[in-house]
């Protein structure tokens, strides 16, 4: 015997003025097809009956549920009526009665549907046999937003009874369907086990993908679906519904349109996640980030052309934390961007006490792609420079990965142009491990590229390496580019680097990141005995500038 959840019968009125304005289908056989448009509401009512009191109805959500007596040609029906006001000043009523009434109290108006799932004494009090097994589905719209600002909420209304439509002819007949949000539906789908699972909500967002109509014009909706399993014993309806919707969050991240399976082990590193993500707001907040810096030397004049500021998390039970730690656990969230910010700022505050002291130093700072999209980034940057009002051009430097998810490549460009204008340079770090690169110098103003260390670290004993770095150091040179090189280990890559045309270079062969009030010290050692004298000698006078403002 195939399982149902017990419906209500439910019908619906509109009344203005206590007039009636519409009846559903469902209201006309329940009536008898008395209710017509035009009567007073309360001819409705059963003798000595009280109901359709509008002025009961509150102007935003349901009004209290009472229950009323309807008059028929058969007698009187007993119907729980609830209204709730539209935004044209009318009240619509929702009147149900029969089995699970008393449980669903509250319909969806526009769908039809109950708003919750049953419980699983619900589900399981019309079964003559244990159910062995059951899946609680989660159904997220893709675009609907989109959809709303450009049809209006009657257009999206329209979708969404398609969208039921559509899912009532995918989903099995003992399926139960609930809207649970805006644009958010769930489902019990008793008996069903992960084949059947897949088989059919790839059909149900195979049918969503397809194109909708609204106002005779095409469009494209879609859905992000979680699900999760429960076997002979498991958890709740409730707890199933929620690690439903959490694996529907990862589908949607993973691009939408697609059916994502709750995994336990999963969802216990995304929680982990989160609270690496909530522990790194309150160390920002808390002053624990601080600023290491890495020399940048011209080896060729054996002089310091500039410093990376690296960011270090000092946490209180875990020591000090490298940015491999804790960056992977907020690329794409917004925690990347204000850390990015706040290392902005603390680099600009370094390179003013150091132009205090005498030493102007450019100070280079990795910025995500977030960041780089973000419009009002310009006058924030701007903003951070005041601090420094007599800063030196190049002061401030920004290093782009060429792997970063740039979306929009005019706007990255006009972004590089603003920063030109405001003096700050921008370079492309980490230039070679991509796919675009070619294309990135082509579209991109930078004024600089660092070569990445996975490539300089081979030039001694790799000749394809050594050729890449070659063939990289005369494009940049055509262009008009800086090269620097990362990773120098020791004085003989120095050496190949130099030989190869590139004369800037950091790494761990020519120091170590620093905490800001050793740097100076550092200098001056450095350049009283540089690592590569003999090109020092050579140098046609006078220290090489920081990155170039093209």
């Known amino acids: 015997m195939p399982f149902r959840v017990p419906r209500p019968v439910v019908c619906h009125f509109r009344t203005v003025a206590g007039v009636l304005r519409w009846a559903d289908a469902a209201a006309q056989a329940l009536t008898a097809g008395t209710a017509q448009a035009g009567m007073k509401a309360r001819a409705l009512l059963a003798p000595g009956e009280r109901g359709f009191e509008e002025a009961e109805v509150p102007p935003v959500g349901p009004g209290p549920a009472c229950w009323v007596g309807l008059r028929t040609p058969k007698g009187r029906v007993q119907v729980e009526l609830r209204g709730e006001r539209a935004d044209d000043g009318s ?16 319909l969806d108006p526009l769908t ?88 059919l ?43 439903a919707r959490q694996a529907a969050f990862g589908a949607k991240r993973a691009g939408g349109g697609q059916v994502n399976f709750f995994d336990a082990q999963e969802h216990a590193h995304e929680q982990q996640a989160a609270l690496l993500r909530q522990r790194i707001a309150e160390g920002l907040e808390a002053g624990e980030f601080f600023l290491v810096f890495q020399p ?26 490298q940015p491999a730690d804790f960056v992977p656990s907020i690329e794409d969230h917004e925690l990347a961007e204000q850390l990015n910010e706040w290392a902005l700022g603390a680099a600009i505050e370094a390179a003013r006490n150091w132009a205090a002291q005498g030493r102007r130093l450019s100070v280079s700072v990795n910025v995500s792609a977030g960041l780089l999209m973000r419009p009002d980034l310009v006058p924030r940057l701007w903003s951070l420079l005041e601090c420094f009002p007599e800063r030196h051009p190049g002061a401030l430097v920004l290093e782009i990965l060429e792997t970063s998810a740039i979306r929009d490549m005019g706007l990255a460009a006009a972004f590089i142009e603003s920063c030109r204008h405001l003096g700050v340079a ?114 046609a006078g006078g220290p090489a500038p920081g990155p170039s403002l093209p």
């Open 91 to 106: 009240v619509l009523w929702t009147a149900s009665r029969g089995p699970g009434a008393e449980v669903l109290h509250r």
């Open 296 to 321: 940048k030397v011209d080896m060729r004049r054996g002089t310091i052309v500039g410093v990376e500021a690296l960011s270090r998390w000092r946490h209180p039970e875990r020591g000090e934390l």
């Open 426 to 539: 921008v370079v492309m770090d980490d230039f070679g491990t991509g796919y675009s690169s070619l294309a990135y110098l082509r579209r991109l103003p930078v004024s600089g590229l660092k070569l990445d260390q996975s490539f300089v670290r081979n030039v001694l004993t790799d000749a394809q390496d050594r050729a890449i770095l070659q063939g990289v150091i005369s494009l940049a040179a055509a262009l008009n580019l800086e090269v620097t090189a990362e990773g120098v280990e020791t004085r003989e890559h120095g050496e190949a680097l130099l030989a190869l045309g590139c004369h800037l270079a950091q790494g761990f062969g020519i120091a170590r990141p620093m905490p800001a009030e050793q740097v100076l010290t550092w200098i001056d050692a450095y350049e009283a005995y540089p690592l590569w004298p003999a090109s020092a000698a050579d140098a």
């Open 201 to 243: 909500l790839d059909y149900c967002v195979g049918r969503l993908c397809e194109d909708f109509q609204v106002y005779g014009q095409p469009l494209t909706v879609g859905a992000s679906v979680g699900v999760a399993l429960r076997e002979q014993e498991g958890p709740s309806v409730e707890v199933l519904l929620r690690q």
């Open 112 to 199: 039809r549907l109950p708003g919750r799932l049953p419980s699983l004494p619900e589900l399981f009090a019309h079964r003559n046999t244990p159910m062995p097994r059951l899946a609680v589905v989660y159904l997220d719209l893709d675009r609907f937003r989109e959809i709303n600002a450009r049809f209006g909420p009657s257009g999206g209304d329209a979708v969404l009874l398609e969208v039921v439509h559509r899912l009532q002819l995918g989903l099995p007949e003992d399926a139960a369907l609930a809207r649970v949000g805006g644009d958010e539906f769930a489902a019990v789908l008793p008996g069903a086990g992960r084949p059947e699972c897949q088989d």
